[in-house]
């Protein structure tokens, strides 16, 4: 077994963990193993163990590196969780499955009309800029019950839930805690929100996607 396997199976046991600590089923959190910068044979090794739930941080790469793979695993399930620029939103709707990065009107028109044009329904979540940050992407939380109406009223998107991803010197609980209280506002039931060094943490909160990278695939 790889040492990317190995690490697989360990951050599955912990998730488990985390989930029954929380009382919740491990089975309502699942784990998406983000794998920006590492190419194919990286990957496959994971494939190989079963992981069938993975992320990517920008289209281009995800378009080098995925549609063989899918081709050789169809059960491959492939989500967008970093930010989105409109000019990429045809690309994204024809490689990802979901995207978790839907932040602002032209994205979220973008989206909807290319979805429209190739009959596919991806998974939508709205990133929220929880900690305010004016160099991260997200929606500002002032303005995420607008975008939120926005979404499903005038473009009929369905979101089916919030992404954030809290301030690298902030305590992660407040972030995590802040956004399960804006879902549960809004009526969403998915959160996406946790990475390798909090995921546990966020498990606590109500996360029911966790995305972990280096502590599946190594350092960068």
Known sequence: ????????????????????????????????????????????????????LFGENRVQEARAKWPP?????PDLELHLVGSLQSNKAKEAVQLFDAIHSIDRPKIARAVADEMAKQGRR???FMQVNTGEEPQ???????????????C?????L????????????????????F???LASEFGLKEL???????????????????????AIFGAR
């Open 152 to 156: 499903r009223e005038e473009l009929k």
């Open 1 to 52: 077994m790889s040492a990317a396997a190995e690490r697989l199976m360990n951050i599955r046991e912990r998730i488990t963990a985390a989930a029954r600590d929380a009382g919740r089923e491990p089975s309502s959190v699942r784990l998406i193993a983000v794998s920006k910068t590492f190419d194919a044979p990286h990957v496959l090794p994971v494939i190989e163990a079963g992981q069938r």
């Open 158 to 177: 369905d979101i089916a839930g919030l992404m954030c991803i809290p301030p690298a010197d902030e305590e992660p609980a407040i972030h995590f805690a």
């Open 192 to 214: 996406s929100m946790g990475m390798s060094a909090d995921f546990e943490t966020a498990i606590s909160f109500g996360a029911t996607y966790v995305r972990v990278g280096s």
């Open 136 to 150: 991260k992407a997200g929606v500002m939380p002032r303005e995420a019950a607008a975008l939120i109406r926005h």
């Open 122 to 124: 991806l998974k939508l």
């Open 179 to 181: 956004l399960a209280k």
């Open 69 to 73: 793979l899918k081709e050789r695993f």
